[in-house]
């Protein structure tokens, strides 16, 4: 699996640690930036870069994007079409929005999240599959319908 990984300043340092993390646990991963500390830096430009890679082939990809709230991130990455982003402040909503939703996007706060919270939240949400479950793939289907109808 691919990973995309990518931060405004406020979490250019989570970053820099997850990435190594990811490497070890055998996952290719990309840094789309920033790739030095920036504070005027915008959360969109990054969000987009990882965003448009993951929607090239939303199975195989995954994108991790880290800001201070996680909030900014993950509403700019749900402004592409099938991404599924979830913002994930603990362990059992990682679960949740792989397992439920499908989620291809994780967005973490950088800002309320010490690094070894964030890598237990990365390691659930990277390890746990869609259900497949059919009322499941129905909502995400009732998604695909509103993003289609908004365009």
Same mark, same amino acid.
């Given at each position: 699996?691919? +990973?995309?990984?990518? $931060?405004?300043?406020? =979490?250019?340092?989570?970053?820099?640690?997850?990435?190594?993390?990811?490497?070890?646990? =055998?996952?290719?991963?990309?840094?789309?930036?920033?790739?030095?500390?920036?504070? $005027? @830096?915008?959360?969109? @430009?990054?969000? =987009?870069?990882? $965003?448009?890679?993951?929607?090239?082939?939303?199975?195989?990809?995954?994108? +991790?994007?880290?800001?201070?709230?996680?909030?900014?991130?993950?509403?700019?990455?749900?402004?592409?079409?099938?991404?599924?982003?979830?913002?994930?402040?603990?362990?059992?909503?990682?679960?949740?929005?792989?397992?439920?939703?499908? $989620?291809?996007?994780?967005?973490?706060?950088?800002?309320?999240?010490?690094?070894?919270?964030?890598?237990?939240?990365?390691?659930?949400?990277?390890?746990?599959?869609?259900?497949?479950?059919?009322?499941?793939?129905?909502?995400?289907?009732?998604? =695909?319908?509103?993003?289609?109808?908004?365009?």
């Amino acid at each position: 699996m691919l +990973i995309y990984i990518g $931060a405004d300043h406020r =979490g250019f340092g989570l970053k820099e640690k997850l990435k190594p993390f990811l490497i070890d646990k =055998g996952y290719t991963v990309f840094d789309k930036g920033n790739d030095h500390y920036d504070e $005027a @830096d915008d959360y969109p @430009d990054f969000t =987009g870069l990882v $965003a448009q890679e993951v929607v090239k082939d939303p199975d195989n990809r995954r994108g +991790i994007l880290i800001c201070g709230s996680g909030v900014g991130i993950d509403i700019a990455a749900n402004k592409f079409s099938r991404i599924r982003s979830a913002l994930a402040n603990n362990s059992d909503q990682a679960f949740l929005s792989r397992n439920d939703t499908d $989620a291809n996007v994780l967005c973490l706060a950088a800002d309320f999240l010490d690094e070894e919270m964030a890598k237990k939240i990365l390691s659930v949400w990277l390890q746990t599959p869609f259900s497949q479950e059919e009322r499941h793939k129905r909502r995400i289907r009732k998604i =695909g319908e509103i993003e289609n109808s908004n365009q």
